[in-house]
């Protein structure tokens, strides 16, 4: 199926199963194994829908929009989450010290989606916005790759690309740079593949039924088995082989045909359209409610007994308070 500039309803649907899972992997629903099935491929299959509408444009331009996009709905979640810290640190302590403040500050300027251990000080994780660092980087970066092969071959330009993910990962290993640029760097190859799906395969696929069949066969194969034997963890750089990228590759493409079939389904495509559509406020929205509510300790005093209860209401909660958002800036329009 072609790509065009025009809002195409599988991506949304795409981006919207993308956002479901991951506020059911922060549910506690799944046990390990199980969950590692879902962040073998949630994460990067963002990056390949972006990839999908990618194109070359003036570098300048591009770190102007994406940073308008991308940018400062991380830090107005940010500054958000920090105040709330450091309004329950004051409501549990009374007080406020100059450290708490600092470490959040830094926790801001960092970006980072999970503790990092500093040299025995520890840099508090800002939340799940550290994806719209890694995405803004990455979308440079690959404009970057783009202007200097320019003149060049598709498979330079792949070259090009395998090798800044390498050297993203390498890096992301020994130290974990702030916003997030070595994320970035390393995550460039699902954005490409993206850009690679709507350019060389997609019509390709569509047109070739059998060819499809067999390739999404191969790619849930690679992806189950991607998935029980390591998975894949992102915010904590773990990446342990090979077969990681290419089971996200797997079940990013796997997703993707599923979201063409589901776009069929009219009245089911709506509401999962919805949550793509709504996906970056969606995921900011609950960056605050992850960051700031203690779920674990309303389902330990037994308020919320059962996991999939705490997703369902953490669900219904995002959605509403998105919808509001939605409908005051509809007025403000108007």
């Known amino acids: 199926m072609s790509v065009n500039n025009k809002r195409i309803e599988w991506i949304d649907i795409a981006r919207g199963f993308a956002i479901l899972l991951i506020i059911l992997g922060h549910s506690n629903i799944l046990n390990g194994s199980i969950n590692g099935f879902i962040h073998s491929f949630h994460v990067p299959l963002f990056f390949v829908v972006s990839g999908l509408l990618f194109k070359g444009e003036d570098l300048a331009r591009s ?60 840099i508090y994780a800002i939340g799940a916005i550290w994806f719209l660092w890694a995405l803004f980087w990455s979308f440079v970066t690959l404009q970057i790759i783009f202007k200097l092969t320019k003149r060049t071959s598709e498979w330079i330009r792949a070259l090009a690309v395998i090798i800044v993910s390498v050297i993203g990962y390498i890096i992301g290993q020994f130290f974990w740079i702030p916003t997030n640029i070595d994320l970035g760097l390393y995550c460039v ?18 047109n070739n039924r059998i060819i499809n069949y067999l390739i999404i066969a191969l790619c849930i194969a690679i992806y189950v088995y991607a998935s029980i034997i390591n998975g894949l963890y992102i915010t904590t750089r773990q990446t342990d082989t090979i077969i990681s990228v290419l089971g996200a590759l797997a079940g990013s493409l796997v997703c993707l045909e599923i979201s063409m079939l589901f776009e069929k389904l009219q009245y089911v495509s709506k509401v999962i359209i919805w949550y793509g559509m709504n996906s970056l406020l969606i995921i900011c929205v609950h960056n605050i409610e992850i960051m700031l509510i203690t779920w674990d300790r ?17 669900l219904l909660v995002i959605s509403g308070i998105v919808a509001i958002i939605n409908m005051i800036k509809q007025k403000r329009r108007t």
């Open 63 to 122: 770190i102007k929009k994406r940073g308008k996009q991308l940018l400062i709905p991380f830090y107005i979640t940010g500054t958000i989450v920090v105040i709330g810290k450091l309004v329950f640190t004051y409501v549990s302590n009374s007080e406020i010290h100059i450290k708490d403040i600092i470490n959040w500050i830094v926790a801001l300027i960092c970006g980072y989606g999970y503790d990092y251990d500093f040299f025995g000080h520890t």
């Open 189 to 206: 190859i699902y954005l490409y593949f993206g850009y690679i799906l709507k350019n060389y395969l997609l019509d390709y696929l569509k």
């Open 298 to 314: 309303i389902t330990v005093q037994g308020i919320l007994q059962y996991g999939f209860v705490v997703f369902i209401i953490r």
